[in-house]
């Protein structure tokens, strides 16, 4: 059973460059979600996905953020014209809700974001 | 809405003694509770979770959480550390129903382990 995974793991960008990260949840994994972590803080919630519907988005994630999961499958965070600001660990999760349980999220390793 | 406090920000304790990390919730809805660790530059791992059922939870590693609801606590203990605890530890709360139980952490507290 693989777990979470992510790519790349690292990403240094210019200011104002886009920028793609990519997760591949745990197979039978119906939902998935997207938090970020900057320095010294806990993750903060940005979005999440049930199968392929993106059903919510914390304030957080501007317009220059865009999420998808097509097909239910893995999933893409971009973020267009990054700032000083976006440089943060992006760590992505999935669970398998069921009628009854599955509350509990399991992390991948995280991609970590420098802006220059 | 809900939030998680987290009381010091970094615990140091010797090796073989109790590990005591505080976590306080607020939530207007019953919450699911949880601690994860962290080591550097990687991903959290589950170590425990509360959803409802017993109060006083055990997992991984040696840990354990209790669910006080009166003082809307939920510390994570150990009776013995061991240098391999070394690591930042995050309560999370979620709702039990609805909000697509995303979870909310506290600011962390980091653990130090000294011989």
């Known amino acids: 059973d693989t777990g979470v995974s992510q790519n790349p793991r690292h990403k240094i960008t210019k200011r104002g460059q886009n920028v793609t990260f990519r997760c591949d949840p745990i197979s039978e994994h119906n939902r998935l979600y997207w938090y970020r972590q900057t320095l010294g803080q806990g993750p903060e919630f940005l979005t999440y996905f049930q199968n392929e519907a993106q059903l919510e988005k914390s304030r957080l994630l501007s317009d220059r953020f865009s999420a998808e999961r097509p097909k239910g499958s893995f999933s893409t965070l971009e973020i267009q014209r990054t700032e000083q600001g976006d440089s943060a660990m992006y760590l992505c999760?999935?669970?398998?809700?069921?009628?009854?349980?599955?509350?509990?999220?399991?992390f991948g390793p995280g991609t970590r974001l420098t802006v220059t | 809405a809900q939030s998680v406090t987290q009381l010091g920000s970094h615990v140091s304790v010797s090796e073989g003694a109790l590990v005591l990390l505080r976590c306080n919730y607020s939530s207007s809805v019953p919450p699911y509770l949880f601690w994860y660790v962290q080591y550097p530059n990687q991903g959290l791992q589950l170590l425990l979770k509360y959803t409802s059922a017993a109060t006083l939870v055990k997992g991984i590693n040696g840990f354990e959480a209790e669910f006080k609801k009166s003082e809307t606590s939920f510390h994570l203990t150990k009776p013995s550390a061991h240098m391999s605890d070394a690591a930042e530890y995050f309560c999370a709360v979620s709702p039990a129903q609805g909000g697509g139980n995303k979870l909310t952490f506290g600011t962390g507290t980091q653990l130090k382990v000294e011989l």
């Open positions: 999760a999935s669970s398998l809700k069921t009628g009854t349980g599955g509350y509990e999220q399991y």
